[in-house]
């Protein structure tokens, strides 16, 4: 199989995606649960379930570009092993 992306964007875009899922998933449970650190202060959204569901929509988008950018780093690390 031919990769679509560079053996370091790959890397980059995996790391990246994990990150980003445990931060959103973190700050997704928090509105969820109406933690007084997201909803307490006047300035916050009045509906936190709303939000966290947003949230979890991205997170659901990284999960996605995770896998995509896992197997692509995949790919590559089979490629020098076959080399």
């Not at 990246?16 to 997201?38: C, D, N, P, W």
């Not at 936190?48 to 950018?69: D, E, H, P, Q, W």
Request: proline share 2%.
């Amino acid at each position: 199989m031919k990769p679509l992306v560079s053996a370091g964007n790959a890397w980059l875009c995996t790391v990246t995606s994990i990150f980003a899922i445990v931060i959103l998933s973190v700050i997704g449970a928090l509105f969820r649960t109406g933690h007084e650190s997201m909803m307490g202060s006047i300035n916050d959204p009045e509906d936190g379930k709303a939000v966290a569901n947003m949230i979890f929509s991205a997170v659901v988008l990284y999960i996605v570009t995770l896998l995509f950018c896992g197997c692509q780093a995949w790919v590559h690390a089979t490629q020098r092993i076959a080399i």
